[in-house]
């Protein structure tokens, strides 16, 4: 019994910058890892970041040095900081956190998506 809830979509111009939330609470002993996707009408979903509990990042070609994954250990959440964003990163981001559960497995959940539009 994981509850994923993801936040802080909106409209932004061109060049401008927001915040994603990804926010874990239920049965969670620790996270192991999280990515961050994004689907835009008529796309196939991307994996747009990853974090892993020892710390290390990955990040799609198209937002390197625009796009910043962080986590915050001690409130179950992790962070998608979006800057110098583009009109082709519309699209609805969704975030998927693996965790081990008090139970002693290990299950990912997936939240329902936020909203991200960028005009030009």
């Known amino acids: 019994q994981v509850h994923v809830v993801e936040s802080g979509g909106g409209l932004v111009e061109a060049g401008g910058s927001l915040r994603l939330s990804c926010a874990a609470s239920?049965?969670?002993?620790?996270?192991?890892?999280t990515d961050w996707y994004r689907q835009a009408p008529g796309k196939q979903r991307e994996l747009v970041a990853h974090i892993f509990s020892g710390g290390t990042t990955n990040y799609a070609d198209s937002v390197k040095g625009r796009f910043t994954i962080s986590t915050d250990n001690a409130k179950n959440t992790v962070y998608l900081q979006m800057n110098s964003l583009k009109p082709e990163d519309t699209a609805v981001y969704y975030c998927?956190?693996?965790?081990?559960?008090?139970?002693?497995?290990?299950?990912?959940?997936w939240g329902q998506g936020t909203q991200v539009t960028v005009s030009s």
């Open positions: 998927c956190v693996a965790v081990f559960t008090t139970r002693g497995d290990m299950s990912d959940y």
């Open positions: 239920g049965s969670i002993r620790t996270i192991r890892f």
